[in-house]
């Protein structure tokens, strides 16, 4: 999926505004001026638009945990230079303290139906045998059921 795309939908979903979210691009020590986000959320084929690297991205879900969470003590975990969609699930997951049975009823809030074994494939660690890449279709599936969710 594109960065630009989930940070919209991640925003909208815990109806963030633009201060919040500079806020939490702040928290996530990652530097963002207004004029930036306002170029993250323009359309693609929008001359002004630029994508949001993943460092940004992985930032600025780091800062929604603080920001949702609280701060942990000890030194803040950096921000990955790349980021996978099971980083992202992980990360969004996270930041609301979900546990896997709500996981699998978010998905099946968009249709998708997905077993507790299934899931934690998703969370596993890179070099488990039983890990497993999280699709674009999953991660979409997962940011629709929070937003239908998040307007019941």
Do not use: W
Request: contains cysteine; neutral net charge; proline residues 2%.
């Amino acid at each position: 999926m594109i960065n630009n795309d989930i940070l919209r939908r991640v925003s909208t979903i815990f109806n963030l505004s633009n201060e919040k979210i500079l806020s939490i691009f702040d928290l996530g020590e990652y530097e963002v001026t207004e004029l930036q986000l306002a170029n993250y959320y323009q359309a693609k084929d929008n001359a002004a638009y630029i994508q949001l690297p993943d460092v940004g991205l992985a930032s600025f879900l780091n800062g929604l945990i603080i920001e949702q969470r609280g701060k942990k003590d000890g030194p803040q975990r950096p921000a990955e230079q790349q980021i996978t969609n099971n980083a992202i699930f992980n990360k969004v997951k996270i930041a609301k303290a979900l546990k896997a049975d709500d996981v699998i009823e978010i998905l099946e809030l968009s249709g998708v139906t997905l077993g507790k074994y299934e899931l934690s494939a998703f969370f596993r660690n890179v070099n488990h045998k039983h890990y497993k890449l999280c699709s674009d279709e999953v991660l979409s599936a997962f940011l629709k059921g929070l937003k239908i969710q998040a307007q019941q």
